[in-house]
């Protein structure tokens, strides 16, 4: 017992537990938390994840924007159980990874209740950044090009620090995701916390809420519905589209990667709005017309992501075009909105 | 009982009941709560009050930075009460203003638990909105320069959105007072309050804590210790200094007027921090050095205030100078230092 300076009569601290693994220590399977698992991304990653038969998956949701629907397939599946449960409520679990996604993540939906939207983005966070730290897991925080803001950079580089309306009307979100990133990286420089951080730029795809406003769900439910296709003026202000599959790969290769982040994850080919219309109309309804209408405040401009970083460090690059996800969107939205197949 | 429609069977709701105003309703005085008027601004804001004999003021404080003993000479007066309170948790007070200043404002203090810096920010703010909603109080934000970041624009004015670090080891302090900012339009536009929200340049004056890192004070007291003075590089980098009497009159004037702000206070003249250690040199003790040190992380290397907004809405302007101020405080630190007055 003369070792490491006990003979001097120097008390040595115990040791500091490392965080428990519940994979490695009980040789059990991977247990993940997906919240906001209901949504739109979050289901796509639940079935990618539960592809993997050494993963049980328990996903938490208010079921606010998400849909049980989407989870319809997984719902009695031994490695899968979906929680009823708001994130801006402390939640205990024994998880070795938490994908933290839930917020709204539209307009429509995050300008409802925007102090809500706040609450959900910093208590939602510091709940499960407490629940990483008390359990030892790993936390991946769905950050947004939104902290971009109105960009005054083309495009955007993770090093960007972004040009944001503080008091406006969608600074609830934007802010709100800014502070959330602020807080993984003080848990992790405070706590040791092993974070991961992905800015998502718009994703698209089937299971998209139809009525939330966003510019894809907008012009396929209009061009299904025999409806013109809005198009915000002027028009020429560009958005970059990644379809979903893509950006599911993209996150879990950040959880299973080294880097914190924050890095892009979106599609960077750019499509301004008039040719996303003149696009969904071609493919989707060719007999509809593209009507101009007033914009929202705070509406950016042009926003486009850098994907080297994702490149270099997850060798990651979206896969899909927009000509072939928008059908595969289109054939979703089809059925959803009962609208019978023409030849 | 036929009048309103409630003949026809129509339930009227009750009346809403139009914010109680104590000061009206009960002819009373009017109730000030002050969070962290133990503090330097707050400690002064609350002498101003208290000169108004119409005036009750209740401090609430957790002494994280704050001192008891700026406070002295109001404990026990009949007009004033001082409460023991973190402001992360709600208080139920019956007042007709909300001065909210609690929030740590050295980097020393606010990076000491920048969990906690932002926590003090968000669910601060939050229970004060709340506590104002709830008693129909018009609440005042202290919001900060920093919101601007490391400016691009020079000097700044209210509408600039700032450059702002999301992820840096300062955010918790900046992203956590710009959500602040959010929090106080969200319930401005959800809920009506009345809110008022100040950004407040580096103030300086007596009662500052002497240790607490900032500039001026860190010189004021180099200098009376007869140490060198430590100017960070390149020394170039400029700050605006506004006297403590000026910043109060100036918020008791937003408080008042009908402008919710944000209004930036402070004042426009500019120093560099090379041209501030030659002034404290000459007017606390010629004798000493001035040393250059290495900068800390995310220094921003130019801030000063536009002022002509609150010059137009408040018919504000500082009138203290910096040669008129700086001997005031360097009398208050000769004596809080225990310093022996010099010929």
Same mark, same amino acid.
């Given at each position: 017992?003369?070792?490491?300076?006990?003979?001097?009569?120097?008390?040595?601290?115990?040791?500091?537990?490392?965080? =428990? @693994?519940?994979?490695?220590?009980?040789?059990?399977?991977?247990?993940?938390?997906?919240?906001?698992g209901a949504g739109f991304i979050g289901s796509h990653l639940v079935d990618k994840l539960m592809e993997n038969e050494k993963n049980e998956v328990i996903v938490v949701d208010n079921f606010f924007t998400g849909s049980k629907d989407n989870l319809r397939k997984w719902i009695g599946h031994p490695r899968f159980e979906l929680i009823r449960h708001d994130v801006t409520e402390p939640l205990l679990v024994e998880v070795d990874q938490i994908y933290h996604l839930a917020c709204p993540a539209s307009p429509i939906f995050y300008k409802y209740n925007p102090v809500k939207t706040i609450k959900t983005n910093v208590m939602g966070?510091?709940?499960?950044?407490?629940?990483?730290?008390?359990?030892?897991?790993?936390?991946?925080?769905?950050?947004?090009?939104?902290?971009?803001?109105?960009?005054?950079?083309?495009?955007?580089?993770?090093?960007?620090?972004?040009?944001? #309306?503080?008091?406006?009307?969608?600074?609830?979100?934007?802010?709100?995701?800014?502070?959330?990133?602020?807080?993984?990286?003080?848990?992790?420089?405070?706590?040791?916390?092993?974070?991961?951080?992905? @800015?998502?730029?718009?994703?698209?795809?089937?299971?998209? #809420?139809?009525?939330?406003?966003?510019?894809?769900?907008?012009?396929?439910?209009?061009?299904?519905?025999?409806?013109?296709?809005?198009?915000?003026?002027?028009?020429?202000?560009?958005?970059?589209?990644?379809?979903?599959?893509?950006?599911?790969?993209? =996150?879990? @290769?950040?959880?299973?990667?080294?880097?914190?982040?924050?890095?892009?994850?979106?599609?960077?080919?750019?499509?301004?709005?008039?040719? =996303?219309?003149?696009?969904?109309?071609?493919?989707?309804?060719?007999?509809?017309?593209?009507?101009?209408?007033?914009?929202?405040?705070?509406?950016?401009?042009?926003?486009?992501?850098?994907?080297?970083?994702?490149?270099?460090?997850?060798?990651?690059?979206?896969?899909?075009?927009?000509?072939?996800?928008?059908? =595969?969107?289109?054939?979703?939205?089809?059925?959803?909105?009962?609208?019978?197949?023409?030849?």
């Amino acid at each position: 017992m003369a070792a490491n300076g006990e003979h001097q009569g120097v008390v040595k601290p115990p040791p500091t537990p490392s965080p =428990l @693994r519940f994979s490695k220590f009980f040789q059990s399977n991977m247990r993940i938390l997906v919240t906001g698992g209901a949504g739109f991304i979050g289901s796509h990653l639940v079935d990618k994840l539960m592809e993997n038969e050494k993963n049980e998956v328990i996903v938490v949701d208010n079921f606010f924007t998400g849909s049980k629907d989407n989870l319809r397939k997984w719902i009695g599946h031994p490695r899968f159980e979906l929680i009823r449960h708001d994130v801006t409520e402390p939640l205990l679990v024994e998880v070795d990874q938490i994908y933290h996604l839930a917020c709204p993540a539209s307009p429509i939906f995050y300008k409802y209740n925007p102090v809500k939207t706040i609450k959900t983005n910093v208590m939602g966070t510091l709940n499960m950044l407490g629940l990483a730290k008390r359990v030892g897991a790993r936390i991946l925080l769905t950050s947004t090009s939104e902290v971009y803001g109105d960009p005054l950079e083309h495009p955007q580089k993770e090093e960007y620090w972004g040009n944001v #309306n503080p008091i406006g009307v969608r600074s609830c979100y934007d802010e709100g995701k800014r502070v959330a990133e602020t807080l993984m990286f003080d848990y992790h420089r405070q706590h040791g916390i092993e974070i991961r951080i992905a @800015r998502i730029f718009n994703t698209y795809g089937p299971r998209m #809420n139809i009525d939330d406003g966003r510019v894809v769900s907008n012009f396929i439910a209009q061009a299904l519905r025999g409806e013109a296709l809005t198009v915000q003026a002027p028009g020429t202000q560009t958005r970059s589209f990644c379809y979903v599959s893509d950006m599911v790969n993209g =996150l879990i @290769r950040l959880m299973e990667g080294d880097n914190t982040g924050p890095i892009n994850l979106g599609n960077p080919g750019e499509f301004t709005m008039t040719e =996303l219309a003149e696009t969904v109309k071609g493919l989707i309804n060719p007999s509809v017309t593209i009507k101009m209408v007033e914009n929202t405040p705070d509406d950016p401009r042009q926003r486009k992501p850098d994907i080297t970083k994702a490149n270099e460090v997850l060798g990651w690059e979206p896969k899909i075009k927009l000509r072939d996800g928008l059908p =595969l969107m289109g054939e979703d939205f089809r059925l959803r909105l009962g609208v019978p197949k023409t030849a």
